[in-house]
T-cell receptor, first 114, second 115 residues
Framework: GESVGLHLPTLSVQEGDNSIINCAYS??????FIWYKQESGKGPQFIID?????DKRQGQRVTVLLNKTVKHLSLQIAATQPGDSAVYFC?????????????FGSGTRLQVQP | GAGVSQSPSNKVTEKGKDVELRCDPI?????LYWYRQSLGQGLEFLIY????????KSGLPSDRFSAERTGGSVSTLTIQRTQQEDSAVYLC?????????????FGSGTQLSVL
């Protein structure tokens, strides 16, 4: 399949280092946030999610931090591996809009150097 | 099936022709979504189906775009009189109930190229 996000912001890290991918959102009514990973030619794959009543959630090697004061979301990947190379999207669900579908950001490309 | 299935994986068509894209959601999922992903862009919401409720069509970019979901399962996205700007990856997703705090499961998409 065709690569997506050829003109995306890119984060380049060394294998074994920690990665931090940031996302800003604009709607204070957003109450649910989610991170997806998309490899070339594939659909987005769920990584981790967080509700607005939390400020941190941990998964396997990943942590999501939510700062509602500045409307900022971050994804931390510990001990980054070559298989982590992909495009990462944050998405939010905005309460009170009547729309149930997630709204996605434009994505960040993570490149892991061996 | 185990995941969301989309077909075809690639579609090349000529400007002005109609195309149909198919999505098989995860069995038992009542909510189904279509998104479009242009090169270098995020995912753009198109349409959402939830059970027997009227679909949310608010993301469809023009009246050339339509979608239906038969029997609460398979969905077809139809683009009439295709234009070059319709070239993109069309992604389908499903979720258990369509609640606002549910994660979506995506298919691999259909790469549409309009010549």
């Amino acid at each position: 399949g065709e690569s997506v996000g050829l003109h995306l912001p890119t984060l380049s890290v060394q294998e074994g280092d920690n990665s931090i991918i940031n996302c800003a959102y604009s709607n204070s009514a957003s109450d649910y946030f989610i991170w997806y990973k998309q490899e070339s030619g594939k659909g987005p794959q769920f990584i981790i999610d967080i509700r607005s009543n939390m400020d941190k959630r941990q998964g396997q090697r990943v942590t999501v931090l939510l700062n509602k004061t500045v409307k900022h979301l971050s994804l931390q990947i510990a001990a980054t591996q070559p298989g982590d190379s992909a495009v990462y999207f944050c998405a939010e669900n905005v309460r009170d809009t009547g729309r149930r579908a997630l709204t996605f950001g434009s994505g960040t490309r993570l490149q892991v150097q061996p | 099936g185990a995941g969301v299935s989309q077909s075809p994986s690639n579609k090349v068509t000529e400007k002005g022709k109609d195309v149909e894209l198919r999505c098989d959601p995860i069995s038992g999922h009542t909510a189904l979504y279509w998104y479009r992903q242009s090169l270098g862009q995020g995912l753009e919401f198109l349409i959402y189906f939830q059970g027997n409720s009227a679909p949310d069509k608010s993301g469809l970019p023009s009246d050339r775009f339509s979608a239906e979901r038969t029997g609460g399962s398979v969905s077809t996205l139809t683009i009439q009189r295709t234009q070059q700007e319709d070239s993109a990856v069309y992604l389908c997703a499903s979720s258990t109930q369509g609640a606002t705090n549910e994660k979506l499961f995506f298919g691999s998409g259909t790469q549409l190229s309009v010549l």
